[in-house]
């Protein structure tokens, strides 16, 4: 594989499983220092004891002092950061009558409170070097409406005005800021162990039902991929993408297309 961004520091937060892990070895192979961030120490070091120059970090990215340390550690390591992913999400899904106020309040405090906190300690050892990328993984919820998932669309609508506005305040520091907005990954774990069974419960269907439902809604017919939103993670980072920033990019099959 050709190393696009050969040489280059970058901090997946949420980096222990799933996409993230998925992420972090993508960057790996093409040439990165990786520093692995999760709330699950022990599966973020197994993610990084597997890539060539990974170190991991155990933070929980609501937790302002842990984020600063957490940049300040791969700073130490690599000797600089040229790539925030922030990766790491959680999601509640049910009616917002059954929402309680600390559910909600910590979907904010993970989703958007978290992009923020990251993208700041990232900014502040950023401008100093006049370069760097912010990428925010984002969601096809970013830009519509979830049923029964209020939250989570809230708290991802947030994180794409953040993106334009830190696109914006930054852009003559030379650092650009986008987001990806991924598609349904029908496969990965989120939805097999978690999400089937809360969009079943929510919508009155069984989980194949669930799963054909949103297939239906794909023009190109097939589930998202962690290939495909690397894919567009590691454009996104590289020069090729120079005169790109303020996006958000939907990786969703056509599913959602404004």
């Known amino acids: 594989m050709y190393q696009r961004l050969k040489g ?9 499983q799933g996409l993230g892990e998925a992420l972090a070895q993508r960057l790996d192979q093409e040439g990165c220092n ?16 597997s890539l060539n120059r990974g170190i991991a970090c155990k933070v929980d990215v609501s937790n302002e002092e842990q984020v600063e340390q957490m940049v300040d550690k791969a700073v130490k390591e690599f000797g600089s950061l040229d790539l925030m992913v922030s990766n790491a999400a959680i999601l509640i899904a049910k009616p917002v009558t059954d929402f309680t106020a600390d559910e909600w309040r910590r979907m904010m405090e993970v989703n958007l409170n978290g992009y923020f906190l990251t993208a700041r300690a990232a900014a502040r050892v950023m ?4 370069k760097g990328n912010i990428i925010q993984i984002n969601s096809k919820s970013g830009k519509k409406g979830s049923y ?6 809230t708290s991802k609508f947030g994180g794409i005005g953040l993106t334009q506005s830190l696109a ?3 852009a ?15 496969d990965s774990p989120l939805w097999t162990n978690s999400l089937f069974k809360q969009y079943a419960r929510n919508q009155g269907i069984t989980e ?8 239906n809604q794909v023009p190109l017919g097939r589930s998202c991929q962690y290939e495909d939103i690397a894919n567009v993670m590691v454009f996104l980072a ?12 939907n990786v969703t099959g056509g599913q959602e297309m404004r």
Do not use: F
């Open 127 to 130: 401008i100093p070097r006049k």
């Open 172 to 186: 003559e520091h030379g650092i650009r800021v986008n987001a990806i907005c991924p598609g349904n990954l029908l």
């Open 148 to 153: 029964k998932n209020s939250a989570y669309a």
């Open 34 to 49: 990786v520093l692995v961030a999760d709330i699950n120490l022990e599966a973020a070091e197994k993610v990084a004891a």
């Open 208 to 215: 194949e039902e669930v799963r054909q439902k949103y297939l």
């Open 8 to 16: 280059q520091t970058a901090i997946v937060t949420g980096g222990a």
């Open 168 to 170: 914006l305040e930054l």
């Open 238 to 249: 590289s020069d090729e993408a120079s005169y790109m920033t303020g996006q958000a990019i």
